[in-house]
């Protein structure tokens, strides 16, 4: 099933989300229609929150960037119940955007390392430490199950030039190839 993507200025994306167990009704059913509107949309990550679920998951496949940085053609995955252990190393600065922030994308600043625990598929407990574009995406989902959004991370100056673009995506006032669900259409 496909999800319309909740848009900017929903509540549910500024709530934290909240941890899920292994037996949460249909689990599975709803990684997997994850990766399908996240496929249907285009994206390289899809957080449960941008489906209208506050809860800690998030999925990732980052194959449409192994042209940029080999190594993701097979970067498939789902992240249940993550806990960012730590963010490391040089920040860089990477052009973000979001399926929530439709035709919006910033430079945004982030360490280019991270450790990271959650819960795969299997519900087996990983840890694990990853760098370049996987770290960015993880980075930019997990914000996601924080209520953080990469606008948030912009300079406060450029978060004002973007205002009305935001007041306008909250309202509906954007058009996507993909359904969305906006909090303040009439
Ligand atoms: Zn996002």
Same mark, same amino acid.
């Given at each position: 099933? !496909?999800y319309?993507? $909740?848009?900017?200025?929903?509540?549910i994306?500024?709530?934290?989300?909240?941890?899920?167990d292994e037996?949460?009704?249909?689990?599975?059913k709803? !990684?997997?229609?994850?990766?399908e509107?996240?496929y249907?949309?285009?994206? $390289?990550?899809?957080?449960?929150p941008?489906?209208?679920k506050?809860?800690?998951?998030?999925?990732?496949?980052a194959?449409?960037?192994?042209e940029?940085?080999?190594?993701l053609?097979?970067?498939?995955?789902?992240? !249940?119940?993550?806990?960012?252990?730590?963010?490391? =190393?040089d920040?860089?600065?990477f052009?973000? %955007?979001?399926?929530?922030i439709?035709?919006?994308?910033? =430079?945004v600043?982030?360490h280019?390392?991270i450790t990271?625990?959650?819960?795969?598929e299997?519900?087996e407990? $990983?840890?694990?430490?990853?760098?370049?574009?996987?770290?960015?995406?993880?980075?930019?989902?997990? =914000?996601h199950?924080?209520?953080?959004?990469?606008v =948030?991370?912009?300079?406060?100056?450029?978060?004002?030039?973007?205002?009305?673009?935001?007041r306008? !995506?909250?309202? %509906?006032?954007?058009?996507?190839?993909y359904?969305?669900?906006?909090?303040k259409?009439?």
């Amino acid at each position: 099933m !496909i999800y319309p993507i $909740v848009a900017y200025g929903d509540p549910i994306l500024r709530k934290m989300a909240e941890e899920v167990d292994e037996n949460h009704p249909d689990l599975q059913k709803i !990684i997997d229609d994850m990766f399908e509107t996240m496929y249907k949309s285009s994206g $390289v990550g899809l957080a449960a929150p941008q489906i209208g679920k506050s809860i800690r998951i998030f999925v990732i496949d980052a194959e449409p960037f192994a042209e940029d940085e080999p190594g993701l053609e097979d970067f498939k995955k789902v992240f !249940i119940n993550p806990i960012m252990i730590e963010e490391f =190393d040089d920040k860089w600065s990477f052009n973000e %955007g979001c399926l929530s922030i439709p035709k919006v994308r910033e =430079d945004v600043e982030r360490h280019s390392k991270i450790t990271i625990e959650y819960y795969n598929e299997n519900f087996e407990l $990983v840890e694990e430490t990853y760098g370049g574009l996987a770290a960015r995406i993880i980075q930019h989902e997990y =914000d996601h199950l924080e209520g953080v959004l990469f606008v =948030d991370r912009i300079p406060p100056l450029k978060k004002k030039m973007l205002e009305s673009k935001l007041r306008d !995506i909250s309202r %509906g006032l954007v058009k996507t190839d993909y359904k969305m669900k906006f909090p303040k259409r009439k």
